[in-house]
């Protein structure tokens, strides 16, 4: 914890030491960074329910000036991993506090977010970082303090406008948002702080507890990743800043360096155990990557602020971090290391052994291939026959149940390379349920869960959905109707499953 607070008191000073001018005269001629007109860093990759990867990005400024002038976000889309759309930007730092920057003598910042969509809106998770360059701590640091903020949106592309300008209990920064197969949304964040949000999502609905992640080089930057049935925290570590890379430490084992590492656990709360290293130092083992000219490394190696999203795309997941290298090219043509916070997203495949361990990414300067989905974007079970039922019936279009759990089961559906959202409009329901899909069995894989809770919602009807995880290949599909009350009914119009291939950007 006194590790984490010297580093916040030391980075706004580091970060304003280097302002070089950016040429873009001659287009950078890689693939990673994938955003290259601008300054992107910390992102947080998902697919949204138009099938498209979006991401969303801090921003570090174009003139440099350190973590202290980071003051919105930007939000991106791809339909095929390799090229990304800039839809501009989605916060600014104003939205929270109109003096903000030029009028206190505070500086507000907004660090690593999180974006995720619940229920027919998109949350953003910001970590306002207040930096007060007045007021010295005894030790003659500056005085920090952060907090989680919450901004939400109808749709992608509109300005996220804040709804909770702080999340009571939370401390701390790199917010990042899970929902699990049952529907629960967990939040990470700080120095390995988790807490369930309220169906709300604005927010907690329990009290923050400290996990167990198995190591003590825990720093930042948490984020949640459930492969199969663990679930796989990973974090930045604490790593020896004062120290730097030089070509002589540059191998040295001895060396805390700045990693991804990954802990894991059969449970969201964890404990977790220490698994291993998700991404080495930013910059090693580049294949084909341009050497420095002092030594056997890349010239856009930073020494820190490693930091990860990950997600899964049509059967391959991919490692979302960043690095110099655009900084070291617009600023000196590879000739040395670009700047801390001039910083561009990279996108790399990320694979595992035999074993179910991850094998620590490949960076690379050329970034991924082009992935092609050709598949139906959606596909509307009620068009599709029902093979076998239990436990309800129809009746006028009616939904009858008699059992606390009824279920259909719809053959051979193919799910082929992914399918990651799945919708069921209702009328009107009896008492709250919930309907969860399953692979193969009433009790087979779980892929995801949507629920219908809301009294209010129950007379009025309305749009439940859920994300779905691993909805691949083809399967007989499950769809359990799961309430407190055996006896329950309810009506409805669509249900489908969606999000298969993604939507070009018009639609
Ligand atoms: O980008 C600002 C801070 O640097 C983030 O919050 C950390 O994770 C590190 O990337």
Redesign the pocket.
């Known amino acids: 914890m006194k590790y984490l607070a010297l580093i916040f008191t030391l980075i706004p000073l580091l970060g304003f030491s280097q302002v070089l001018e950016n040429d873009f005269s001659e287009p950078y001629p890689f693939g990673n960074p994938v955003i290259r007109h601008m300054y992107t ?2 992102a947080a990759p998902h697919v949204m329910p138009d099938g498209r990867v979006w991401m969303v990005t ?1 921003v570090d400024h174009l003139d440099g000036g350190g ?1 202290a002038t ?1 003051h919105r976000y930007h939000l991106f889309s791809s339909a095929n991993m390799k090229d990304w759309h800039d839809h501009g930007e989605c916060f600014h730092i104003h939205q929270l506090e109109p003096k903000a920057i030029d009028e206190t003598e505070q500086q507000w910042a907004a ?2 977010p999180d974006m995720v969509y619940r229920n027919g809106k998109y949350y953003l998770y910001i ?1 306002v970082r207040i930096l007060y360059p007045k007021k010295t701590r005894p030790n003659g640091g500056r005085w920090v303090e952060t907090h989680l903020a919450v901004a939400v949106a109808d749709k992608l592309g509109d300005r996220f406008e804040v709804i909770n300008p702080k999340i009571d209990a939370t401390r701390g ?2 917010p990042s948002v899970f929902i699990d197969d049952d529907g629960t949304p967990y939040m990470y964040w700080g120095s390995h702080d988790a807490a369930v949000l309220k169906e709300n999502m604005y927010e907690l609905a329990t009290e923050p507890v400290k996990l167990e992640v198995g190591t003590d080089r825990f720093m ?2 948490a984020w949640m990743n459930k492969v199969g049935d663990e679930y796989h925290l990973s974090y ?1 570590t604490k790593y020896d800043w004062k120290l730097g890379v030089t070509p002589e430490n540059h191998d040295d084992p001895e060396r805390l360096k700045s990693e991804l590492w990954y802990s894991v656990s059969d449970s969201p709360w964890g404990p977790f155990e220490l698994e291993g290293t998700l991404n080495y130092e930013l910059g090693v083992n580049v294949d084909n990557g341009p050497h420095h000219p002092e030594g056997d490394f890349v010239p856009w190696k930073l020494t820190q ?1 490693n ?1 990860g999203g990950i997600v899964e795309f049509h059967g391959q997941e991919y490692l979302f971090y960043h690095t110099s290298a655009l900084s070291s090219w617009l600023q000196t043509r590879f000739k040395d290391k670009g700047t801390w916070t001039q910083r561009s997203v990279c996108v790399d495949k990320l694979n595992y052994d035999e074993e179910g361990k991850v094998i620590p990414i490949q960076q690379t300067i050329e970034g991924v291939e082009a992935v092609i989905v050709d598949q139906p974007f959606e596909i509307d079970l009620r068009q599709l026959t029902i093979a076998e039922r239990n436990g309800f019936s129809i009746v006028d279009n009616k939904i009858i149940t008699t059992e606390k759990t009824s279920w259909a089961k719809i053959e051979d559906v193919d799910l082929g390379t992914g399918y990651y959202y799945y919708e069921a409009e209702i009328y009107e329901a009896k008492h709250p349920f919930k309907i969860e899909l399953r692979l193969d069995a009433p009790d087979g894989k779980l892929l995801g869960t949507a629920q219908f809770q809301q009294p209010a919602n129950i007379k009025e009807g309305g749009v439940m959905d859920c994300r779905l995880r691993e909805a691949n290949g083809k399967h007989d599909l499950y769809v359990l109707f799961v309430s407190d009350k055996a006896s329950n009914s309810f009506r409805g119009n669509t249900s489908r499953i969606f999000a298969g291939s993604p939507l070009p950007l018009d639609q």
């Open positions: 860093a910390d801090s973590y980071m660090w690593a970590p920064i790199d930042e930057a930045h602020s930091h």
